[in-house]
């Protein structure tokens, strides 16, 4: 996909890809020669690598669900191209590739022209730069995590007033 289309679309919110565990939905902020930046609700920037993308979705008529307000302040790492993002990224938390099983995270320690060097706990993790997919940087935005606890807690009080109400007709059957 060509950057010609995607500058077309900046300032939208979109998914980018179908499915799968590198499907996002967010706003397009930016677009390089080989990269673009979308800001997620749960990520925050996701810079996906533009030969990796499968296929972009807009909703014309409804429009995707995006309740993030971007403050006017709101700033994120800008580069010409990918690799250049990469050595702006350095010794930074990373999360490369969305999921699945070359889902990596840890701290971005050296980049080259053939792959990256991620540090996570004891390991020394190299990956092709070919094989990278997608990045964001930094830690997860905390909202996310609120929203699991406070509709983990919705659960448990359904499973507590569901057992009670069991409770209560057993109690009037006797």
């Not at 996909?1 to 939905?25: A, D, H, Q």
């Not at 990256?116 to 070919?130: G, Q, S």
């Not at 905390?142 to 659960?155: F, G, M, S, T, V």
Request: aromatic share 8%; with cysteine; charged share 35%.
């Amino acid at each position: 996909m060509n950057k010609e289309l995607f500058t077309n679309l900046i300032g939208k919110v979109l998914r980018i890809n179908r499915g799968g565990p590198e499907s996002r939905t967010g706003i397009l902020l930016d677009v390089s020669d080989d990269h673009l930046a979308i800001l997620t609700d749960q990520e925050g920037v996701v810079y996906y690598k533009t030969s990796h993308i499968k296929s972009i979705t807009e909703n014309v008529k409804k429009g995707f669900e995006f309740k993030v307000e971007v403050p006017l302040d709101f700033s994120y790492k800008t580069a010409s191209n990918f690799k250049s993002l990469l050595d702006e990224l350095k010794n930074h938390w990373v999360n490369i590739n969305r999921g699945g099983p070359e889902k990596l995270e840890g701290i971005l320690c050296d980049i080259n022209d053939e792959f990256v060097t991620v540090f996570f706990n004891e390991e020394v993790i190299r990956l092709a730069l070919f094989h990278i997919r997608s990045i964001s940087y930094g830690e997860k935005v905390e909202k996310a995590k609120e929203d699991e606890k406070a509709e983990n807690n919705k659960d448990k009080n359904a499973d507590k007033a569901d057992k009670n109400a069991d409770k209560k007709s057993n109690e009037k059957k006797k």
